[in-house]
């Protein structure tokens, strides 16, 4: 029998590596899982692999920092709404937050028990990544007078990295802590705004 070489637009190629390569490391875990593993799934030659990823840990990271904008767009799109006060984008963005199932195309993998330090760094990624838009609208917020802080950047960080350890942990807890995040946030943003003299 012949088998025809399929050729694919290289973007498309690089999706499909990624996208198996999640899909084992979630099935396997990321230690028992090889690049061989990963071409013997799509049916290819292992220098595939290698030709987009000069190794695992490399196509990891990759996959992770997709996967951190894939995940913080709804969040953006909140953040970057001029028709919403504050108060209704950190609630909107809170309800996302509980429903990620929605946008989730890896957390078979992310959710696995024995997971949670790779969940925790998607997570500070996920911070790390999202800081500069939300600075960005309270900055917006500030100069046209619907929002007044004392120090923008320290709370926003704050906010955002304190929640790490929270979003990190038991995922029937998630709900819970998503709540109690957004109770604590409405205080600290709250108790930072300067009152109109």
């Known amino acids: 029998m012949i088998h025809l070489r399929v050729s694919k637009a290289p973007e498309v190629r690089k999706q499909e590596i990624l996208d198996t390569a999640m899909k084992l490391f979630a099935l396997k875990g990321y230690e028992a899982t090889s690049m061989a593993d990963i071409a013997k799934e799509m049916n290819v030659v292992k220098g595939l692999c290698y030709r987009y990823f000069a190794s695992k840990q490399e196509l990891f990271d990759q996959a992770?920092?997709?996967?951190?904008v894939h995940c913080?767009?709804?969040?953006?799109?909140?953040?970057?709404?001029?028709?919403?006060?504050?108060?209704?984008?950190?609630?909107?963005?809170?309800?996302?937050?509980?429903h990620e199932e929605e946008y989730a195309t890896y957390q078979d993998f992310f959710h696995r028990p024995e997971?949670?330090?790779?969940?925790?760094?998607?997570?500070?990624?996920m911070c790390k990544?999202?800081?500069?838009f939300i600075k960005k609208e309270i900055s917006r917020l500030e100069?046209?007078?619907?929002?007044?802080?004392?120090?923008?950047?320290t709370l926003i960080d704050f906010i955002l990295y304190g929640q790490v350890h929270l979003l990190s942990g038991d995922h029937d807890q998630l709900n819970q802590n998503i709540h109690l995040i957004k109770h604590y946030m409405d205080i600290l943003i709250q108790s930072e705004i300067i009152p109109d003299v």
């Open 64 to 68: 992770i920092n997709q996967y951190v």
């Open 72 to 98: 913080t767009e709804p969040a953006i799109r909140i953040i970057e709404d001029e028709t919403l006060s504050m108060n209704e984008k950190i609630q909107a963005i809170m309800e996302k937050m509980g």
């Open 115 to 125: 997971n949670g330090d790779f969940h925790e760094q998607l997570t500070l990624k």
């Open 129 to 132: 990544y999202l800081s500069p």
């Open 143 to 153: 100069q046209i007078g619907r929002l007044k802080l004392k120090n923008a950047d």
